[in-house]
């Protein structure tokens, strides 16, 4: 709604647009309480924690100089301070930007403007435009791939890290490295190797997808059926860190998951 306004009160300073902003006061009237509003709700998000902190803290000042600056521009307005109020509208306008942008950060990783930017816009960044070919691994190969690094720790990196990595690390849990897996989250220990059944962190890949616990959240990427018996093997097996696949000897069906992941 600001930044609609902007827009309207720039094609207000043209003549033949001159009453675009006749509506101005309607739309401060619904768009300054709603900034406050926005503003408490992510300071209470913000107490969840599992955020950087040093993105955090700026995302939240912004967001809190942004509704302070909506309602200034309110205030001018009212007062009939035309040049001030749209002076501070325009500002505050650049203030939502940044918040905003800061906010996708937060929650999508910091790369999220380009990671599914188009073509020519990543190549005119310089940015790899495509993602280079995944090399097809023999049986041979993939056996003596070291089982951490070469097959759990993709999984975990396409499909948890967003929320659960360095820069936002829901309930404090980090799935980017694995010392970091056998730390837990703040409720406690995911992994019980050689126990599957009884490891929190298969038991919410388990749960049904409308299951409040269940993980990934419904919306995000979920791990596919090959990705989830790769889990289970691993923790069953002890979740170990170096071994390979044929020190681990896995069954046949799990080198057939491995092959479909």
């Known amino acids: 709604?600001?930044?609609?306004?902007?827009?309207?009160?720039?094609?207000?300073?043209?003549?033949?647009?001159?009453?675009?902003?006749?509506?101005?006061?309607?739309?401060?009237?619904?768009?300054?309480?709603?900034?406050?509003?926005?503003?408490?709700?992510?300071?209470?998000?913000?107490?969840?924690?599992?955020?950087?902190?040093?993105?955090?803290?700026?995302?939240?000042?912004?967001?809190?100089?942004?509704?302070?600056?909506?309602?200034?521009?309110?205030?001018?307005?009212?007062?009939?301070?035309?040049?001030?109020?749209?002076?501070?509208?325009?500002?505050?306008?650049?203030?939502?930007?940044?918040?905003?942008?800061?906010?996708?950060?937060?929650?999508?990783?910091?790369?999220?403007?380009?990671?599914?930017?188009?073509?020519?816009?990543?190549?005119?960044?310089?940015?790899?435009?495509?993602?280079?070919?995944?090399?097809?691994?023999?049986?041979?190969?993939?056996?003596?791939?070291?089982?951490?690094?070469g097959v759990i720790e993709p999984i975990f990196k396409n499909k948890c890290v967003v929320c659960h990595g360095s820069q936002k690390s829901k309930a404090s849990l980090r799935l980017d490295s694995f010392s970091a897996i056998l730390a837990g989250s703040e409720n406690g220990v995911i992994l019980k190797p050689s126990n599957a059944a009884e490891s929190p962190l298969v038991q919410r890949l388990l749960l049904p997808i409308d299951h409040d616990d269940h993980m990934p959240p419904s919306g995000k990427p979920q791990l596919t059926t090959g990705e989830i018996q790769l889990l289970q093997w691993w923790v069953a097996a002890g979740a170990p860190e170096t071994n390979t696949l044929n020190q681990l000897q896995p069954p046949p069906e799990i080198i057939a998951a491995l092959a479909t992941k």
């Open 1 to 149: 709604m600001l930044f609609a306004l902007a827009v309207l009160e720039s094609l207000a300073f043209l003549p033949k647009f001159k009453n675009a902003a006749a509506s101005a006061g309607f739309i401060l009237a619904f768009a300054v309480p709603l900034a406050v509003v926005t503003a408490i709700c992510g300071w209470l998000l913000s107490l969840a924690g599992g955020y950087d902190e040093k993105l955090l803290a700026w995302h939240k000042w912004l967001g809190i100089a942004t509704a302070l600056a909506a309602a200034v521009a309110g205030i001018c307005f009212q007062r009939r301070r035309v040049t001030a109020y749209r002076a501070v509208l325009f500002f505050t306008v650049g203030l939502l930007m940044a918040a905003g942008h800061l906010g996708g950060s937060l929650t999508h990783g910091s790369d999220y403007l380009t990671r599914y930017a188009p073509s020519p816009f990543k190549k005119l960044l310089g940015l790899s435009a495509t993602k280079p070919p995944t090399k097809i691994l023999s049986e041979s190969e993939l056996r003596q791939l070291p089982i951490f690094i």
